[in-house]
């Protein structure tokens, strides 16, 4: 059981959805994006997942991509990125904390150092963009053994004879993107998602969360009812990216996950 | 890995697309089932003699195939050494090797059943044989061009509105090559079920590396054919610039089996390869990383961010290089140089006025390293160089490096 598991658990007998949120280490510097990342569980986070920034995210929007920018430019690291992690579980050792990016800043580390140190600082998952089942032998299975979730990502056009192979070697949660597209693109209506979770859900036990275009609390009740629950990432940094106190962006995060958890 | 250990070095790619650790399939999850159909319909259509008869009839009257090897007599006499033969592939229809490939990719996208076709380009070339092909078939084409290369290649992005195609300057990141990839991929995820991605270079997830190569192909089986029939051998070096290295892959791989030929890439060493990283040399100053689909050689920090680079050549501005080409590095099959801006400018100067040829600033690349090593070679020493595109679309940028004033 990874803290994942334990909290999708409670979420059950609590007859909760999961709200997740995302936000870039390090954007627009190390001690911001730590004080946000401390406060999310207060306002309501489940699961928080946390951006690794880097210079070519081919499958982010520009919020995302911009996010990142900021991250780099201010000196963000993959090792100040799993030591913020490090910090942040001094003060919460229960919620889960996912890394997502893209594999190079990973490899350029060492599969085998890199998950070493992902496990020590306390990371429960990793969601690599562009990493397809395919590529499983390269960090997927590694993590797995590793004792690391590793999140996949299903999409509109991974039809059902595909499905089997994405859900294989994958555990924590199914991440399912609601649109073929990049983060913060147009939203997807709950009525179009409903019957994809429910495909989604036929070929796998795990619970299914619903990310990209969900930017506003009835936005995120929508997608939340008819999933296990739902990720808000660029409504969340752009907000950190348009300068708003610490206190603002959590206000904020606070209502989504309200949102979230009306479902 | 020795290199006597290996039967033949064109059996490559591996089903999941791997030239030894080099290349597979580095893409999300919303492109995969694509990326697999495209595989399937390209296995398909390579063992198709209809498809191939399409490609021979477009490739002869439209594209003008094929293309000369001419034996460059002023140039050899000026250096003095080796027998220089440049296989013309300038004179292609748009001026470049760049269509050999797409007309390839265009007629599998239209028995994929897509109507829209996007591409990146660089120096403007790729997107200007895009634009063509898109144009002759009545298909939309909208072209992503980084916000740099589309100041510096002005005449290019003219030429490809001219077409009616529409082109996008992308203004993240540097503005180039890397840049507008990233968002063709954007593009591509997002209108996954009409689009067809047409890659300009021997580089993406598979099957891009290995189907670009075939496509370009074209250009060593004719030079191959034409040394043969000219000189009744083999040529003993064949040489290349490299951007991501399609021309390259193009020359070089009907002779990788013939262990006499030496085969040389070069690479852009832009102000030179050292460690202000000035220069876009991926095997010369990079290291293996992932990107764009594929695993291969870049330029990166320690940290795995990716470097941006610089070449004089908007074509060879890339951080990255072809997979087959990272194997070929690796193996020890091909040898892979660098020449520097300043260089391949005096080679450029040298052709014009001593072949009457006005190459584009990559191939100029690859001239500055024949420069170099031609006057060493005894005169029975065959050398074949790929002109693999005119100079037209450069002089702007000459005549800026020049200090020669072009308003009129």
Redesign the interface.
Known sequence: MTRIDDTFARLRAEGKKAFVAYIMAGDPDLETSLAVMRGLPAAGVDIIELGMP?????????TI?LAGQRA?DGGQ???KTLDMVAEFRKGDATTPVVMMG????????GVDRFLADAKAAGIDGLIV???????DVELCIPAQAAGINFI????????NK?LPK?MQNTSGFVYY?SI???TG?AAAEAADVGPEVARIKAATDLPVIVGFGITTPEAAERIAGVADGCVVGSAIVKLVGEGRPVAEVLARVAELAAGAHRA | MAEDLINSFMTGPDENGRFGIFGGRFVSETLMPLILELDACYEHAKTDPSFWAQMDDLWKHYVGRPSPLYFAERLTEHLGGAKIYLKRDELNHTGAHKINNVLGQILLAMRMGKTRIIAETGAGQHGVATATVCARFGLKCVVYMGATDVERQAPNVFRMRLLGAEVIPVTSGRGTLKDAMNDALRDWVTNVRDTFYCIGTVAGPHPYPAMVRDFQSIIGKEAREQILEREGRLPDTIIAAIGGGSNAMGLFYPFLDDKSVRIIGVEAGGHGVDDRMEHCASLTGGRPGVLHGNRTYLLQDDDGQILEGHSISAGLDYPGIGPEHAWLHDVGRAEYVSITDREALEAFQLCCVTEGIIPALEPSHALAHVVKIAPTLPADHLIIMNMCGRGDKDIFTVARHLGFDMKI
Not at chain 1, 54 to 62: H, N, Q, R, V
Not at chain 1, 129 to 135: A, F, Q
Request: aromatic share 10%; glycine share 4%.
């Open positions: 880097f210079t070519d995210p081919m499958a982010d929007g520009l991509q780099l690291t993959l090792q893209y594999y190079n800043p990973i490899y350029s580390r963009v562009d990493l397809p089942p395919e590529e996949r990502l299903a999409t509109p056009t991974t039809d595909r994405v993107v073929t597209g990049i693109a």
